[in-house]
């Protein structure tokens, strides 16, 4: 493989992406995972999730309220 084909050298680490890929914000297209916030209950149960604007840091406010948001059963109200 020439310097010219070899892949770029990804900056996010392997395991990283591993887990991008498992909730679907991983970008093929530029080896880079999306910055996504996800609330996952005690079942593994996938409650809230936000995928930010690319370039934009989420921040902690959505993730809060979405907190605050579920009931005692994991259910967002």
Do not use: Q
């Not at 395991?15 to 005690?42: K, W």
């Not at 995928?51 to 979405?66: K, Q, T």
Request: include cysteine; aromatic fraction near 6%; charged fraction near 25%.
């Amino acid at each position: 493989m020439s310097a010219r084909t070899k892949p770029a050298p990804s900056r996010t680490p392997h395991g990283t992406r591993a887990v991008a890929r498992t909730y679907g914000v991983y970008r093929v297209e530029d080896g880079e995972c999306e910055r996504a916030l996800f609330v996952i209950d005690a079942d593994g149960v996938i409650r809230w999730s936000y995928v930010s604007p690319v370039g934009i840091n989420p921040g902690a406010d959505g993730i809060l309220e979405a907190l605050e948001s579920i009931d005692g059963k994991g259910a967002v109200t």
